[in-house]
DNA sequence: CACATAGTTAGATAGATATCTAATTAGTGT
DNA sequence: ACACTAATTAGATATCTATCTAACTATGTG
């Protein structure tokens, strides 16, 4: 896990937005550039550095792709700048 | 609290640093500034904005300007890419 | 195989970010 | 008032980032 590479992922708003959209279920590259004003490479560009983060996974169902959230580096992340290793709730 | 002020203050790696650096105690410019190979005008852009994220308190004492870190904003911040509202432990 | 659909990669460009040197402000002491 | 130290702001420049259009890849269907 490059903690570098996942803070840039969160640093801009739209890759955050994506990460919200994907928080309530699974969606299409498609589906989800249908809720930015902006066009398919541009969206494309920022799954790849989801992808590069590892934030999110990507599966492949017939032409499309399916973009699934990964709660666990945003978690892991943070937690590397919060505290200490293990933080048991 | 501006999010996105917050999340780009949190995507350059000498900024989560000098974060790190004030986990410990409160320091000033000068300190943190002898932990980079970089010049103090330029760390002092980096202070600037972590403080606009207000992730950093400033103090000034004699000449000094002395910084704290101030963990709120970040739980704040993390919480709300996180999940729901409240998540009381 | 030809065509349509979904999505990505390539290349170009405008705008933002990080960094430096030089000049400026603020506080302390002589 | 002057000099000294700590730190900032200003201005310039190099690099990085986001975005677009055009071209390409992959999958499914008649």
Redo the contacts between chains.
């Keep these: 896990m490059r903690?570098?590479t996942v803070?840039?992922a969160?640093?801009h708003?739209v890759r955050?937005q994506i990460?919200?959209l994907l928080k309530t279920r699974p969606m299409s590259a498609g589906e989800l550039a249908g809720h930015f004003d902006l066009t398919k490479p541009t969206l494309s560009v920022h799954f790849n550095k989801l992808r590069d983060a590892e934030l999110v996974a990507v599966e492949r169902r017939g032409t499309s792709l399916i973009y699934h959230l990964n709660?666990s580096i945003?978690?892991e992340a943070?937690s590397g700048?919060?505290g200490k290793k293990d933080q048991t709730?």
Tied chains: 1, 2.
């Design positions: 903690i570098n803070f840039e969160l640093s708003p955050r990460l919200t709660m945003l978690e943070l700048l919060l709730p």
